[in-house]
């Protein structure tokens, strides 16, 4: 029996698991080109780390361009080895980013197996061309994997780990050397093995599942904390007692906080319960959560559900704080008799109903903020810091509030060239963008490089409110409902339609006087609408 | 047949009742067997001693005064042949019950019950079932030495088609033997010589109780354990220990581990975030390595920890009184494995 013992601890446990056998070569992430332009990108945020297993199709990471923040997906099965580019560090497209080990390599060792992954990486790609050779599993191939996975420590474990407490659970020394040795039994010894204590926190994170999963849901940085467990594993109680400090924490801050200019700007949607709880510039990482010091805490007596960001929230957050915070904001507004204007519509609708054309009120607004443009060149420019850009062409940016029930967001689809389009075609690509918006997302093409930008709440019945400018705009005219109200016309009484609009303009680029004359401008094309048409 | 009850998914209602009488696990054994033979006449008991000396130990005392000696069989001491021949009985439409004295010896009859009862149904392409109790003693801890203590339930849980049940209450033995015996597959039911007498609640009506239907035996928030058999009492031992540590444990009794009612186990866990598995067979493939891998698999993103186990020492059963109690899952070795895994240790 004891020769039988011997055999069976001495042959190399790998030697019978087949995944030893035919492991994948590391499979490399690189840097993906996501738009035409796109020279360099950046890690916003990784959603995984090493030793997370993937599934193709996961979302690993969200890149941003110069342009936008996308989500970028993987195309195999296998468990993230290496990060090789920190959040925050902007690289060149086709840079190796990451690595996947094939499927099988380090299963479910959470953490742990990065170490041991990126040390045995030479030996399991060796162990791979032995099988693909045919040739026997050597015993250095097999040994050197899987082995030191579940604890990935040294070689060198000490005996008395080794072996099964359940063998002499409290013997003496001295009960030890009398008695024969017993064999270690495959699959005893991890009843109560212990990894070995890491020397400093180098090493790869050790964080059980569920504190894994209670720190995604309370947004607690994992790599601020110190585990309590074995190697300095981080377990259960070391989030509730990040939670219970943080709770704590909560009050400290005393920057306002950007949820409620991001609900105004965004203003078509007001998701019920705020996301607030997780950085809203993850690039900054963890200052960002130091810093802005408005996260709502765990702990804070408040009852809420949490919802992770998603990368346009994201997007949103960052693109509209940094707006708020860096233009010099102020609003004007002017109310517009639309009688003539409505009337030409319905009765341009009436004729063009064979045709499918449908022109909303929004059409009318787009072509005349377009057509102003040429009198009015500072409303399509871009601060430039020492110098004001005025654009040559004339883009005109539609805000598009997506639905509700996919995660709601807000996109912003340019009309190009729209001075020079008519209605009918600010019509038919307005349709058609937001009904791509709402579907399959546009593509950078479609959002990029607007130069003015037009939010319209008034299909909600909305009659005023203020948005946010869209960098690099200078300016944003929250359009308003037409609605029938009293009026008065020719010094009487009368019912008449009309519509108030509210330009957001970056002081910088546009005065108060000036953007009391573009509306005035606009107020003569909406009450001559016919100047629409040609 | 009469009205009968059947004990519901509630676990509430799946406990013995409170007072009422109390009577010895041999006992409700044999009220199982002879209230099935009142019940069906198909029914009949069979093994070495069962009859003229009332069973080794005693737990069929009396039946042969009352079924007679063509009911209450005695055999050769040969349990490759009366095992043989009764899943021969089993497949032309009798219900037997097997008495092994031991079931250390039946691994001599492990062709027939492992090779042919459980794959009958199987092989003949549904022409015959093996509706068979197979009963006995299991486990350690009455100084029999290597050969008379073993836990089989680690060899014989790895065989498709069986049914394995293995009962820690007089109450649960009573009506879990009943629910085998009207089972129309064949049944390991594997009781403890050390627990044949104790005492428990046990009501005069009858009952039965489900396959795959574990009992939460107490309420904890700390950690699940989860176990069957005679250690669910040492676990509830353990538990009351923990507690004053401040360690509160859920004890789960999965009485039947095939089939295996991880859901129960499982929903404790999700709550504890943390399992102990107590089982008395060896480790290396047994229904506690398999619940253990369930668990991981089921709750991966909810465990605090790995989930421990606490098995007999890997190694042949000591004789020696010290050693085996030693080699056993005790409440000392339980509590070390719920501290470790609770990060308490």
Known sequence: MCAE?????????????????????????????????????????????????VLSGAVVADIETDKATMEMQVFDDGTISRILVPEGQSVSVGTKIAEIAGEGDAPGATGAANAANAANAASAASGASTSSTGGGTTPAASTSAPKSMPTSGPKSVPASEARPPDAAPSASAADRSSAPPPPPPPGADFTFARAPTAGSGDGPMRVSPVARRMAEEMGIDLSRLRGSGPAGRIIKRDIE???????????????????????????????????????????????????????????????????????????????LLESTQSIPHYQVSMTFEMDALVALRGSLNTDLQTAGVKLSVNDFVVRACALAMSRHPFFNA????????????????????????????????????????????????????????????????????????????????????????????????????????????????????????????????????????????????????????? | MNHVTVESADPARMAAPEGGREIELRDA????????????????????????????????????????????????????????????????????????????????????????????????????????????????????????????????????????????????????????????????????????????????????????????????????LASWGRPVNFCLEAAEQLAKEGIDCEVIDLRTIRPLDIDSVVRSVRRTNCCVVVDQSWSFGSPGSELAAQVHAACFDDLDNFVHR????????????????????????????????????
């Open chain 1, 5 to 53: 013992s011997a055999k069976l601890s001495v042959m190399p446990p790998t030697a019978l698991d087949p995944r030893a056998l035919d492991r994948p070569m590391p499979i490399d992430i690189t840097m993906p080109r996501l738009s035409d332009t796109m020279e360099a990108g950046t890690v916003v945020r990784w959603h995984v780390k090493e030793g997370d297993a």
């Open chain 1, 241 to 319: 007692a990040a939670a219970e400090t943080r709770g704590a924490a909560i009050g400290s801050g005393n920057q306002p906080a950007g949820r409620s200019t991001v609900g105004a700007s965004s203003g078509s949607l007001d998701r019920s319960p705020s996301p607030l709880a997780t950085p809203v510039v993850p690039a900054a990482g963890a200052a960002a959560v130091g810093g802005t010091g408005l996260a709502l805490g765990a702990r804070s007596g408040l009852q809420s559900a949490e919802y992770p960001l998603s990368s346009m929230r994201q997007t949103i957050a960052r693109r």
């Open chain 1, 382 to 534: 871009s601060w430039g810091g020492d110098r004001i850009h005025v654009h040559q062409t004339v883009n005109v940016g539609v805000a598009v509030a997506l639905d509700e029930e996919k995660g709601g967001g807000l996109l912003v689809a340019t009309i190009r060239d729209a001075d020079r389009k008519s209605l009918r075609q600010i019509s038919a690509e307005t349709k058609a963008l937001s009904e791509k918006a709402r579907t399959k997302g546009l593509s950078m093409e479609e959002m990029s490089d607007s130069t003015f930008t037009i939010s319209n709440l008034g299909m909600f019945g909305v009659e005023h409110f203020t948005a946010i400018i869209n960098p690099p705009n200078s300016a944003i005219l929250a359009c308003g409902a037409a609605v029938q109200k009293p009026v008065v016309r020719a010094g009487a009484l009368a019912v008449g339609w009309e519509m108030m609009a509210t330009l957001s303009l970056d002081h910088r680029v546009i005065d108060g006087a000036m953007a009391a004359r573009y509306l005035s401008t606009l107020k003569h094309l909406f009450e001559h609408p016919t100047l629409l048409l040609v």
């Open chain 2, 29 to 224: 054994l044999r009220e199982a067997m002879s209230e099935e033979m009142r019940r069906d006449a198909r029914v009949f008991l069979l093994g070495e001693e069962v009859a003229q000396y009332h069973g080794a130990y005693k737990v069929s005392r009396g039946m042969v005064d009352e079924f007679g000696e063509r009911r209450i069989i005695d055999t050769p001491i040969s349990e490759s042949g009366f095992a043989g021949m009764a899943i021969g009985a089993a497949m032309l439409g009798l219900r037997p019950i097997v008495e092994f004295m031991s079931w250390s010896f039946s691994l001599v009859a492990a062709d027939p019950i492992l090779n042919n009862a459980p794959k009958m149904l199987y092989m003949s392409g549904g022409q015959f079932g093996c509706p068979i109790v197979f009963r006995g003693n299991d486990g350690a801890g009455g100084q029999l030495g290597s050969t008379h203590s073993w836990s089989v339930e680690g060899l014989y849980s790895n065989v498709p088609g069986v049914k394995i049940v293995i009962p820690s209450s007089p109450y649960d033995a009573k009506g879990l033997l009943k629910t085998a015996i009207r089972d129309d597959d064949p049944v390991f039911f594997l009781e403890s010589e050390r627990m044949l007498s104790v005492k428990g609640p046990v009501p005069e009506e009858e009952y039965l109780i489900p396959f795959g239907q574990a009992i939460v035996r107490r309420a904890g928030r700390d950690c699940t």
């Open chain 2, 310 to 345: 606490v098995h007999s020492a890997d190694v042949p059963t000591p004789y020696a009184s010290h050693l085996e109690q030693e080699y056993l899952p005790n409440v000392r070795r339980i509590c070390e494995a719920v501290r470790h895994a609770t990060y308490r240790a």
